[in-house]
């Protein structure tokens, strides 16, 4: 049976002081008290120890607790007296001597009410709530809890509403309101997490897990135990911890995974016992039963049933483990016991019982929800007349406020004003720098290439001419043939040079337009294939296509055409006769990539790096006697950047090179 986590909303505050013999603790904490000069500093520092060893140690909780309550009489220092005695009741909640907390809690309780102390009583409230929850008495757990959710209400204290919403929440599950459970479980979370209350939340989230569980959402349930096992182990909260071992067992039960339920039930099981919590181990006990009694292992499932039996207080778990042990005996065909542990059961399930103690629970849940609703027409009503008053404040303030707005969005109008005027003189004077810088550029890159790479070309045309204009008598035909191809070399060498300058001046001035459409790239490479088809003869070189069905890409038709022309061109002029190109089309997620390759003269990463940036020209490039500007790879790449491509470059020296350009698909 699972038992759900009461919050206590213990915070530090606690109950007169009775004298206790004075308690030896391990050596590594007597060294630092005795670091320590002043009584009130030891004890303060003893009162911060107890959060730390309350949920891992509840011995050595009890003796810093004695020894800071010695400390104390001894030193006459009364202010600690509370906070020392209700700590010493909550460790015996913890320890499940349950009379002797409530008893300590008492005794406090009558001094909180004498002197007033609004936040006392709530917390000493809350843990009698607790001690009675732990046995199973619903009734006055709820009657409780209700009191002093009512005080933190008076208080406005939203820290400890977390808490005690968590305990409400657990109320309403025992009703079996399992949806009106969970919104207080939630609330609790919302509380703690706006309140950083990080190694309490492992309660609130363990609580929703089971209404989860109640309502048979089971992937919920096992979701909310688990972020509650993560919680309780960073925590080290070893008495949560057990309860998320044992409702994820009991999950799995629910699941009919008996091997997984074992496996966690056997786990709460050893916690259990190791922080001696018997109302806990009793109900694993007897969940742990059931799995085994599925599982056909009947003796073992007899002897855990009868120790929970033997140590159950509650009425619920020791009606659920007459049970179990019913339907074990039967099974070992010990009719005798079957039947007298059933009577048992049906006594424990008197019909009277259950319908009195339905109608108490039901009066009390009745008698919160009026409350509650008063509480908050009563809020209400002060919230009215609060914003009343805060009106008619707002009021008066709000034509001065009016004025000095005014007055203010003058000034900052005028600011802004001067600023953006400033700003936009700034901007057209920086863009006007850049366009003259980039014109400068331009008109330097012009120069240099008509001065040197177009005047190279022309002059060689202009030799040619005139050498056969003064020989042209004493030439033989192959000689006036080899002039003729050297002459249409050269001519074309100027034409590609010019059509290329002039694209490229024209694409630095913006005046290049970009019209992009859907287009199949093959049909581009054919096209250029055919224009380059006689240049390629000459050399005896093959250009080879592969492409992909059905690719198309988003692309210029006049931009491409100029990128794939030069690339292959370039291609052509750096290869060696009888030298293949192969380009190819393939499609790569949303893109569309045309790779050239060539078996060229190659080059090195550096001078891969110099000639996209324009800084190295074709016969720079070693191995090669090729004469060229650069320009067109120039053209290339930007070209590429501005139909959204991207151009990779890769090459080896002596092995070629390949050129890789991809753009987006066509939608």
Known sequence: MKKLVVISLFIGLLTTGSIAQKVTLPDSLEQQLDQITSDSAKVAYLLNLFPVYLRVDSDLTSDIMLRARALATEANLQQFGRNIDVKIGINYVYQNQLDTARTIFNVVLEDAISANDSVLIATIVTEIGITYYNEFNDAKALEYFVKAYFVLKDLRDTARLGGISNNIGIMFDSFEEFDKAKSYFFEAIKYKLHMGDSARLGSSYHNLGIAYEELGELDSALYYFNIATGLRLKFHDLRGLTKSYGSIGLVHLHRQQYDSAQYYLEEAIQLDEEIKDTVALSSDLSTYAEVLYHQSKYHEAQQAVLRSISMSKGVETKKMAYKMLGDISEKLMDYKTSAEVRKKYYELSDSVF????????????????????????????????????????????????????????????????????????????????????????????????????LKSPLSSFHLITKSLTDNWDQLEKDQLKDFLITLRDSSANVRDMMDNLLKWALAQTDQLQYEPHSLDPVDVITKVKSQLHSVASLKEMEINIEHEQSLRIEADRAFLEIIIRNLVSNSLKYSDVQKRIDVSVTSEADKGVISIQDQGVGMDQEQIDSLLNGSLVAHDIQNSTEKGTGLGLLLCKELVVRMNGRMEVSSKRNEGTIFRISFPKAA
């Open 354 to 453: 259950v319908a009195e103690k339905e109608a108490e629970l039901g009066e009390l849940r009745v008698s919160f929800e009026t409350e509650l609703k008063d509480l908050q027409i009563s809020e209400l009503e002060s919230e009215r007349k609060f914003q009343e008053l805060k009106a008619e404040q707002a009021e008066r303030q709000r034509l001065y406020f009016l004025v000095g707005l005014f007055l203010l969005l003058i000034v900052v109008a005028v600011i802004v004003f001067l600023y953006r005027a400033k700003s936009k003189s700034n901007t057209k004077l920086e863009k006007a720098n850049h366009q003259l810088k980039q014109l400068n550029q331009t008109k330097n890159r012009l120069f240099s290439i008509i001065s040197h790479d």
